[in-house]
C-alpha cells in the first residue's frame, strides 16, 4: 500500500489547513489510519489516529484543535487543522497499521506544515 499525503504550505497563524492521505488500496483492511508529525530536532510524535471501529486518539497538544477523519469510499484520510500555531510547523506522515496500537506499518513520504507569518 502506497500512502501519498497532500495538502501542507504556508499558512499564519491561526489559519487552518486540511490534509489529505491518499492510499493505493483498500484503507478498511487496516484497523487504524494516523498522523504523525516531526517538527526540526525533535523526535515524531502521534497527531491523530483513527479506528476501523470509528474510535479517535489524539496527541494531546493537538486536542481540540485538529480533526481526522476518513472516507473509506475513497481510500482517504483528512486531517482538520484549524487555529494553526508556529509550533506545528512540522513535516505531516500518514500512516496505516494492521495491529494498532502496537506499531504501524506504512508510512508516506511526508507534507511540510510551516505556521509563520
Known amino acids: 500500500v502506497q500512502l501519498v499525503e497532500s495538502g501542507g504550505g504556508l499558512v499564519q497563524p491561526g489559519g487552518s489547513l486540511r490534509l489529505s492521505c491518499a492510499a493505493s488500496?483498500?484503507?478498511?483492511?487496516?484497523?487504524?489510519m494516523g498522523w504523525y508529525r516531526q517538527a526540526p530536532g525533535k523526535q515524531r510524535e502521534l497527531v491523530a489516529v483513527t479506528t476501523r471501529g470509528g474510535s479517535t486518539n489524539y496527541g494531546n497538544s493537538v486536542k481540540g484543535q485538529f480533526s481526522i477523519s476518513r472516507d473509506n469510499a475513497k481510500n482517504t484520510v483528512y486531517l482538520q487543522m484549524n487555529s494553526l500555531k508556529p509550533e506545528d510547523t512540522a513535516v505531516y506522515y500518514c500512516?496505516?497499521?494492521?495491529?494498532?496500537?502496537?506499531?504501524?506499518?506504512?508510512w508516506g513520504k511526508g507534507t511540510l506544515v510551516t505556521v509563520s507569518s
Open positions: 500512516s496505516a497499521g494492521r495491529n494498532y496500537p502496537y506499531g504501524m506499518d506504512y
Open positions: 488500496g483498500s484503507i478498511a483492511s487496516f484497523n487504524a
